[in-house]
C-alpha cells in the first residue's frame, strides 16, 4: 500500500515561486515513478510532470518547460515540484501520484492534493 501527502501550496503572486511537496509511505514507496498533476476549475486534470525511478528520466508538458523542476529524494522517498514564474495559469490544485515506470503501467495512487493559486 503506498500513501502519499502533498504539501507546500499557497498563494503567491505572479513572478513568484512555490515548492511542492510528495511524501510517500508503504510498501516500496521509492520503487515507483512519480508524477505530478493539477486540475482547475472546470478543467480536465492535467499533467504536469513526471520522474523515474531512479530519477534519470523527467518529462515536462510544454506549459511548463523552464518554469518547473521536478526532483526526488528517495532516501526520504519525496517527490519535490519547484515552480518558478508561477502565472496566473498556474492556478489549480495539484496531485501528485505514483506508476510503476515512466513509460509503462497506470497511476495507482493519488494524493489528496494542495491548493495552488498565484494571483495577478
Known amino acids: 500500500q503506498v500513501q502519499l501527502v502533498e504539501s507546500g501550496g499557497g498563494l503567491v503572486q505572479a513572478g513568484g515561486s512555490l515548492r511542492l511537496s510528495c511524501a510517500a509511505s508503504?510498501?516500496?514507496?521509492?520503487?515507483?515513478?512519480m508524477g505530478w498533476f493539477r486540475q482547475a476549475p472546470g478543467k480536465e486534470r492535467e499533467f504536469v510532470a513526471a520522474?523515474?525511478?531512479?530519477?534519470?528520466?523527467?518529462l515536462y508538458a510544454d506549459s511548463v518547460k523552464g518554469r518547473f523542476t521536478i526532483s526526488r529524494d528517495n532516501a526520504k522517498v519525496t517527490v519535490y515540484l519547484q515552480m518558478n514564474s508561477l502565472k496566473p495559469e498556474d492556478t489549480a490544485v495539484y496531485y501528485c501520484?505514483?506508476?510503476?515506470?515512466?513509460?509503462?503501467?497506470?497511476?495507482?495512487?493519488w494524493g489528496q492534493g494542495t491548493q495552488v493559486t498565484v494571483s495577478s
Open positions: 501520484a505514483t506508476k510503476p515506470f515512466v513509460y509503462s503501467g497506470t497511476y495507482d495512487y
Open positions: 520522474i523515474s525511478r531512479s530519477g534519470g528520466t523527467i
Open positions: 508503504g510498501r516500496t514507496s521509492s520503487n515507483y515513478a
